[in-house]
């Protein structure tokens, strides 16, 4: 039954269809499906058809933006579940986070955000083609203990490397732990360019953030 409305909820993704896509997730909702799942079953698997479907030269740039949209809709009733999903009251840590330059892609960023915020970190969402020393700003404003940088294309990806190497010269890369994430990064990537870890979703990036601040012991 819920594979079916995942299946409805991916093609409205693929039709860019806003409404019918917010119909469905709101009767997931009713139904109580844990809305992580709703975000991976259904929407994340219909914007991994539309991604296929554009590097095959059958979808352009405006259905991207149509599916970045629908997506975002639907994920605005998504959030105040995912916000009270959390088991955690204390405060765990301190993220700055954001999508590097020269990269808007905003939807994984701000589910990576959400989910934190959801976990007991106080989260500073920088926003989407954040310049390199804004990163280093904040985290020196806000004495973060945590930095998240996502990126999207394998042309950015090396940007992430800028602001390791950038927080370096500042005399803050002590300070912080790195995590780094985005569809074209790996773990070997991170591993590469001296961040502390990767995480591949939003879920996996909560459970690198606690390990990174020793939450779990
Ligand atoms: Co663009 N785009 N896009 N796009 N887009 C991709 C990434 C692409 C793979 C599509 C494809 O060709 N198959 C391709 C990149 C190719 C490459 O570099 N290898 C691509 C391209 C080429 C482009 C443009 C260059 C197109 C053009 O202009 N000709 C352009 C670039 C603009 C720019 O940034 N300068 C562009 C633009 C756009 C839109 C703006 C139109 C739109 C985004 C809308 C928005 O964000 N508001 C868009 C979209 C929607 C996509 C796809 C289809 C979907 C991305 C998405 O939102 N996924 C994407 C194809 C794909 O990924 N399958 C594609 C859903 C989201 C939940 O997943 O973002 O992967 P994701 O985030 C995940 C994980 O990656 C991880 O957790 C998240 C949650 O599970 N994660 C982290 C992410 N960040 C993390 C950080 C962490 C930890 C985990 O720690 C800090």
């Known amino acids: 039954m819920s594979q079916e409305l995942y299946t409805q909820l991916a093609q409205a993704v693929i039709d860019g269809d806003e409404k019918v896509a917010m119909s469905l997730t709101k009767e997931a909702l009713t139904r109580g499906l844990n809305p992580l799942e709703i975000i991976k079953e259904g929407l994340t ?10 590097s095959r030269g059958e979808y352009f740039l405006p259905h991207l933006v149509m599916a970045g949209n ?3 809709a639907s994920l605005t009733w998504l959030e105040p579940a995912l916000k ?12 700055v986070m954001g999508t590097v330059a020269g990269d808007i892609h905003e939807i994984g960023k701000s589910l990576v955000g959400t989910m934190l915020a959801a976990n007991g970190f106080v989260v500073h969402d920088l926003g989407v083609d954040v310049p390199t020393s804004k990163f280093i700003e904040t985290v020196r404003e806000t004495g973060a203990n945590l930095v998240g940088l996502s990126a999207l294309l394998t042309t950015t990806m090396s940007v992430q490397r ?27 990537w991170a591993q590469q360019i001296g961040a502390d870890g990767y995480a591949e ?15 779990d012991g």
């Open 84 to 95: 009270t999903s959390g088991m955690v009251r204390e405060t765990l840590g301190t993220v």
């Open 70 to 72: 629908t997506m975002k």
């Open 45 to 54: 698997s219909g914007m991994e058809v539309v991604g296929e479907k554009f």
């Open 162 to 188: 800028t602001v390791i190497e950038e927080l370096t010269e500042a005399g803050l890369r002590d300070q912080v732990k790195v995590m780094v994430g985005g569809a074209p990064v790996s773990p070997q």
């Open 201 to 215: 979703d939003a879920a996996g990036a909560v459970t690198l953030a606690r390990r990174l601040v020793g939450a």
